[in-house]
């Protein structure tokens, strides 16, 4: 008779391998996000935005905690906008799934409270004229200048109010303790701007022409303007961290730093960056600190303006492939991606090359990127950066 066959070492070896041991960063599997974050129909000319991609991995991490949403058609008081979102949460998925599935609905009830009915000729024509490349007139700059800034304003309200009443709620009603950052960006199709609301250390990043202009600034726990506010609070900053816990000095949810205190040492309210769009601007990329960990903005800025116009790679590849890149550096975190590539109807390629030069993405040389954008120079945006609000 047969003897029963003893597994060999080999196999045990492999079974506990199966079971117990992660694999390194680089070889863990990407996992595109499976659900649709809209689930609206796209129209073929949809959002001023040619495409968008999201992917996303857990990486070393033993829990998947990211959350990403985009809404591209979104029409407020007669405005287009479009929207777009990263979360990252920490302590737990609940915070950063229930911002995910509330802070667009807060932030377009806020948008209808706000706006003006209807849009203005001149807000119409500036439109117009950005996506054609063209500076607005400056007769069409004093007609809807009041206009504007009115509506500026009203906006960056919204998105501020949007941010705190997402965080109050989920602090009233939900019983959990975990806590989430997010970047969200908002682009107001009708007059051609974008605004970037953060609160965390995830981060936006646009690329113009080549130069990668941060839209966000990171909330670290020991950035120097924040460990100065929680010292006022209270707190203090231990590590590089709230009460030598926490990383993050923004963000949604994290009861224990807001509730029961005089006050809170970890703030929602989002720092706004606004920037005025035309046709030098190629995509826009909203990654949380997976990314931004093992990759600086011109890296990543580089890495997707060559896939997306020398490779002619659609975006939803580039977002996967940068995934991969970050986990290939060893990013220790989850990393969640969303490149938005931009696009204007009559985009002025001649505005990328030469007089009489054949137009190839792949001959044109990156333009230098300082570390710090030159807001002084008139050329390196159509309209002044405008400060974020603290």
């Not at 040619?50 to 990486?59: D, I, K, L, N, R």
């Not at 287009?80 to 509330?102: I, L, N, T």
């Not at 030098?280 to 990314?291: K, M, N, S, T």
């Not at 490149?339 to 001649?350: E, N």
């Amino acid at each position: 008779m047969d003897q029963p066959r003893v597994p060999s070492l080999k196999v045990h070896l492999a079974e506990f391998a199966s079971k117990f041991l992660k694999p390194e960063p680089n070889q863990q599997h990407l996992q595109v996000h499976e659900e649709k974050a809209y689930e609206g129909e796209l129209s073929p000319n949809h959002g001023g935005a040619a495409e968008v991609g999201h992917a996303s991995a857990q990486g070393v991490r033993p829990t998947m905690e990211d959350q990403i949403d985009y809404r591209p058609e979104m029409t407020i008081k007669g405005r287009q906008f479009s929207y777009y979102a990263v979360f990252d949460g920490h302590g737990g998925k609940a915070a950063a799934e229930y911002a995910r599935s509330q802070l667009c609905d807060n932030l377009t009830n806020e948008l209808s409270a706000r706006l003006p009915d209807g849009v203005s000729k001149g807000v119409k024509m500036e439109g117009v004229a950005r996506e054609q490349g063209q500076p607005p007139s400056e007769p069409l700059k004093s007609s809807q200048a009041a206009d504007a800034q009115d509506c500026d304003a009203h906006i960056r309200e919204a998105l501020v109010q949007a941010f705190l009443k997402t965080d109050e709620a989920f602090l009233r009603f939900q019983n959990d303790r975990s806590g989430t950052t997010a970047v969200c960006a908002l682009l107001d199709r009708t007059s051609q701007y974008i605004y970037v609301a953060n609160a965390g250390d995830s981060r936006a990043v646009l690329c113009r022409k080549g130069q990668a202009i941060p839209m966000s600034r990171d909330h670290k726990a020991d950035r120097p303007d924040e460990v100065e506010r929680i010292e006022r609070a209270g707190g203090f900053v231990f590590h590089k961290r709230v009460l030598g816990q926490l990383a993050v000095s923004r963000g949604l949810g994290d009861v224990e730093y807001k509730a029961h205190r005089p006050k809170p040492l970890v703030i929602a309210h989002p720092e706004i960056i606004c920037e005025a769009l035309g046709s030098d601007d190629e995509f826009l990329v909203l990654a949380c600190d997976g990314l931004w960990d093992v990759l600086s903005n011109e890296q990543v800025s580089n890495f997707v303006r060559k896939a997306l116009f020398a490779d002619n790679l659609p975006a939803q590849k580039v977002s996967e492939m940068l995934v991969r890149e970050a986990l290939n550096n060893n990013t220790r975190d989850n990393v969640s991606t969303l490149i938005v590539r931009l696009k204007f109807p009559k985009q002025a390629k001649t505005l990328l090359m030469s007089p009489g030069q054949t137009f190839s993405p792949i001959d044109v040389p990156p333009t230098p990127i300082p570390s710090v954008p030159n807001e002084a120079d008139p050329a390196s945006s159509s309209k002044p950066r405008s400060p974020p609000i603290n």
